[in-house]
């Protein structure tokens, strides 16, 4: 289970939705018999060997889904990706939960919170999204991608919200994080759109130069940036 989980990670950073979903669904399946087999042979009474792994067994099942939406999300799917959703917002039924499976039950329950502000900002309602993101900072980084995701997709001004958090959001570049690094890549990208349709050609091609700068300077595996993307709007200028 845990090579399945960081296999999911490795196709969740290069972009590959349908290997993030697959890997998903093979994931919470998984979990999933391993946990009625335990759940069985404790009501019979059997003897049980509970499985030992780098994390609670909740947590691979409630990565499964959370895995398979997200990667059903990014491929425009939402109402799909809302009822995988539901998969890993409550997991408190989940038996045998000790002092970390009950802090991963929390965990999900806030990524589902956070997740389906995010399936409803697609949609393009945005305020319940922002008032999650200022109650929990820790989500910002993502967030803010989402947030221009949904602008460039519903054209509507989000300048406030990316001068109150562009200082924080900068300092990813610096992270010598996997995770971080794409959340500042992936930003730099849904920047850059957002400036071009929005008629600020200078402003798009700074940041995508700047983007594609530290993309060589880290050795970037597979930039997300649409080359003929590109082309078309320097070409505009």
Not at 102 to 118: G, H, I, L
Not at 152 to 176: A, G, P, T, V, W
Not at 209 to 235: A, C, G, V
């Amino acid at each position: 289970m845990e090579a399945i989980h960081k296999i999911t990670n490795i196709y969740f950073y290069l972009h590959k939705w349908d290997e993030v979903e697959k890997y998903g669904h093979e994931l919470k399946n998984l979990a999933y018999v391993i946990y009625r087999n335990q759940q069985i042979r404790k009501e019979n009474r059997r003897t049980t060997t509970w499985l030992r792994a780098e994390r609670h067994l909740v947590f691979y099942y409630g990565y499964g889904f959370l895995s398979v939406s997200t990667a059903l999300q990014k491929k425009g799917c939402i109402k799909e990706a809302r009822a995988e959703l539901e998969g890993y917002a409550d997991l408190s039924w989940f038996k045998g939960l000790d002092s970390e499976g009950e802090a991963d039950v929390e965990q999900f329950r806030v990524w589902a919170k956070a997740n389906s502000y995010t399936l409803d900002l697609l949609l393009g309602k945005r305020d319940m999204y922002i008032t999650f993101l200022e109650n929990h900072p820790e989500e910002i980084s993502s967030g803010l991608i989402t947030i221009l995701e949904a602008a460039n997709m519903y054209n509507f001004d989000i300048d406030s919200i990316i001068d109150k958090y562009s200082e924080r959001i900068k300092r990813l570049q610096e992270s010598e994080v996997v995770k971080q690094m794409t959340y500042y890549y992936c930003y730099m990208y849904q920047l850059a759109i957002y400036h071009y349709r929005r008629g600020r050609i200078l402003k798009g091609q700074k940041d995508t130069l700047n983007y594609l700068s530290l993309s060589k300077q880290r050795n970037w595996f597979k930039p997300p940036i649409s080359i003929e993307f590109l082309q078309d709007h320097m070409q505009s200028d």
